[in-house]
Structure formats: structure tokens, C-alpha cells
């Protein structure tokens, strides 16, 4: 039973940095994309960054890519997610995914995503 667990996640005051973890657990993810996203009070999930599992290819967006970093620990089944200079807007629930299938075309869509984990709050104040 493959688990994704998130965590590193709370309140947090602007301008402070946060590593938000995601533990992957119940199977091998050799072949997988895992990937971030956030979902905002009242908007839709939005894809942050993605890592290919065994060659650590990065996807990732161009208005996110200067203060969020992915990273993962193939050993130990992690996948980090690095954030620096938190602003409020970047309040949400965090969710790690892991999707069996993928293209560069599909990687950034929530549709893709064959598993998700239960999300880690960040709450970032002024």
C-alpha cells in the first residue's frame, strides 16, 4: 500500500524559509515523477515543482523556480520541497503526489498524479 506522508509544515512568519518533507513508503517509485502542489482557501491545486525518482530531472515553473527547490533522498524514499522568502500568499495545504506515468507535457497536471498524501498546512503571517 503505497503511503505519502507530509510534513513541515505550520505557521510561519514572512520572509522565513521552510523544508516541507514527503515520506514515501509501500513501494519502489523507480520510473515515478513526485511532485508538489498547493491548494490556497477557495482555489484550485496548483502544481509547484516535480523530480523524476531515479535521474532527479527537474520540472518546475518559472514563477516559482527562484524560491522553491525540490529535492529528493532516493535511500530513504524522501522528497524535500526547500521554500525561501515565505510570503502570506504562499498560505496553503502542501500535498506530495507520485504519478507512474508521466510526460513533460503531463507533469504539471493534478490528473496525472496516481497517488497523493494528506497534506502539510502552511500559514505564513505578516
Known amino acids: 500500500q503505497v503511503q505519502l506522508v507530509e510534513s513541515g509544515g505550520g505557521l510561519v512568519q514572512a520572509g522565513d524559509s521552510r523544508r516541507l518533507a514527503c515520506a514515501a513508503s509501500?513501494?519502489?517509485?523507480?520510473?515515478?515523477?513526485m511532485s508538489w502542489f498547493r491548494q490556497a482557501p477557495g482555489k484550485e491545486r496548483e502544481f509547484i515543482a516535480a523530480i523524476d525518482w531515479i535521474a532527479g530531472h527537474v520540472f518546475d515553473v518559472e514563477s516559482k523556480k527562484d524560491r522553491f527547490t525540490i529535492s529528493r533522498d532516493a535511500d530513504n524514499k524522501i522528497v524535500f520541497l526547500q521554500v525561501t522568502n515565505l510570503q502570506p500568499e504562499d498560505t496553503a495545504v502542501y500535498y506530495c503526489?507520485?504519478?507512474?506515468?508521466?510526460?513533460?507535457?503531463?507533469?504539471?497536471?493534478?490528473?496525472?498524479?496516481?497517488?497523493w498524501g494528506q497534506g502539510t498546512q502552511v500559514v505564513v503571517s505578516l
Open positions: 503526489a507520485a504519478a507512474r506515468r508521466y510526460l513533460a507535457q503531463t507533469v504539471k497536471s493534478a490528473t496525472t498524479y496516481d497517488y
Open positions: 509501500g513501494r519502489s517509485f523507480n520510473g515515478y515523477a
